[in-house]
């Protein structure tokens, strides 16, 4: 795709008279979250379909609560898919930009041997149990012991967390921003990380009401720094593959197998006579670059894919053949604003922002 605009905590307890404090079964409140823990950075997973000229994928996230946990509270931020489109108006809603759109569907599943199982289920909710541009509960005090037997060596209570659309990924228009945060308690963090694809986004997703590079203390910058975790073993070679990146010439590919699809609209898009510039345009032409755990920069990429269906993969084999353990950073910038962009590595995809709540 595509560019948007187009188409459309710990219980608290008053202490004194003067002032309150929070207690708290963990012993701090700090909350891991994908693509942050953060309601005001305007970055989000995105969830969309043909319609709005993108790929659809479940998102399904990896998520880790230390052994030393006894519990976990899981909330997602504008889970809500309350949309722009018609019956179910909303003029407040944020993040979301829908038409006739059917239900989102989010399950979590035990999964300790990660298998990818379905068959023991833990909770299962709906866009409808959400509030529009807030935090709310999934799970709370959920007991971090699922009942399944850990595996030697195992220093999480595996779980995971399947997001998806219920209705023809096809022909409706839908687009539905959210954000994922846990916590735990004890003294280790949880993690999450992505299996598969994933798809983000920053606002405007809702462009009648989500705030744009226009807006006063907008604070996205059109850049994303992921982390890539690749364990001991790993079987080379490592892939990074991006697609509906919408460059605008997109002349080139890492694998140079490339097809030229432009974006549509285009990244960086400058304006024409008779349409004029788009105002979520965020310099420079969208691009990446990719460093090894070393700090090594292993390639800068300044045309990634066009319009969707379009991809394009950078393949790494160290010399000699073996992928070293470690974190990889797959770096991009000049993201414009609204511009979804899809995601794949066969290492663990781990939250782009580090700040912690
Ligand atoms: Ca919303
Ligand atoms: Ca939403
Ligand atoms: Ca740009
Ligand atoms: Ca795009």
């Known amino acids: 795709m595509k560019n948007t605009t187009k188409k459309l905590i710990a219980s608290c307890v008053l202490a004194t008279t003067s002032s309150a404090f929070c207690l708290s079964a963990y012993s701090d409140t700090i909350w891991v979250g994908w693509p942050s823990p953060d309601k005001t950075d305007e970055r989000f997973i995105s969830m969309s379909g043909t319609?709005?000229?993108?790929?659809?994928?479940?998102?399904?996230?990896?998520?880790?609560?230390?052994?030393?946990?006894?519990?976990?509270?899981?909330?997602?931020?504008?889970?809500?898919?309350?949309?722009?489109?018609?019956?179910?108006?909303?003029?407040?809603?944020?993040?979301?930009?829908?038409?006739?759109?059917?239900?989102?569907?989010?399950?979590?599943?035990?999964?300790?041997?990660?298998?990818?199982?379905?068959?023991?289920?833990?909770?299962?909710?709906?866009?409808?149990?959400?509030?529009?541009?807030?935090?709310?509960?999934?799970?709370?005090?959920?007991?971090?012991?699922?009942?399944?037997?850990?595996?030697?060596?195992?220093?999480?209570?595996?779980?995971?967390?399947?997001?998806s659309y219920t209705g023809d990924t096809e022909n409706d228009i839908f687009l539905n921003g959210l954000k994922v945060r846990v916590r735990s308690d004890g003294d280790s963090l949880p993690e999450l990380s992505i299996l598969d694809k994933i798809s983000v986004v920053a606002s405007p997703i809702n462009q009648f009401n989500d705030p744009d590079p226009t807006t006063s203390g907008y604070p996205y910058d059109g850049s994303w720094s992921f982390p890539v975790?690749?364990?001991?073993?790993?079987?080379?070679?490592?892939?990074?593959?991006?697609?509906?990146?919408?460059?605008?010439?997109?002349?080139?590919?890492?694998?140079?197998?490339?097809?030229?699809?432009?974006?549509?609209?285009?990244?960086?898009?400058?304006?024409?006579?008779?349409?004029?510039?788009?105002?979520?345009?965020?310099?420079?032409?969208?691009?990446?670059?990719?460093?090894?755990?070393?700090?090594?920069?292993?390639?800068?990429?300044?045309?990634?894919?066009?319009?969707?269906?379009?991809?394009?993969?950078?393949?790494?084999t160290a010399a000699g053949g073996a992928v070293p353990e470690g974190i990889y950073r797959w770096n991009w910038i000049g993201v414009d604003a609204g511009n979804t962009i899809i995601l794949e590595t066969n290492g663990e995809l781990l939250p782009p922002c580090v700040c912690r709540y």
């Open 51 to 163: 319609q709005t000229n993108t790929e659809y994928n479940d998102i399904v996230i990896k998520i880790g609560i230390p052994i030393s946990a006894t519990s976990f509270d899981l909330e997602f931020f504008d889970g809500d898919a309350s949309g722009i489109g018609l019956p179910g108006f909303d003029p407040d809603s944020r993040y979301d930009s829908h038409f006739n759109a059917a239900a989102y569907s989010y399950t979590l599943y035990e999964d300790q041997n990660q298998t990818g199982n379905t068959t023991n289920t833990i909770q299962v909710k709906t866009d409808a149990d959400f509030v529009n541009n807030e935090w709310s509960t999934f799970l709370v005090g959920q007991t971090a012991s699922h009942g399944v037997a850990v595996n030697p060596g195992d220093e999480f209570y595996y779980y995971r967390l399947v997001l």
């Open 229 to 316: 975790r690749v364990g001991s073993g790993f079987n080379a070679p490592l892939l990074f593959t991006d697609i509906d990146a919408d460059h605008k010439t997109d002349n080139s590919s890492p694998d140079n197998t490339n097809t030229i699809i432009p974006g549509d609209p285009a990244d960086d898009f400058s304006g024409t006579a008779s349409i004029p510039k788009e105002a979520r345009l965020i310099s420079p032409n969208i691009r990446y670059t990719i460093f090894d755990p070393s700090g090594n920069l292993l390639l800068s990429n300044n045309d990634p894919s066009g319009d969707a269906p379009d991809e394009e993969t950078f393949s790494y």
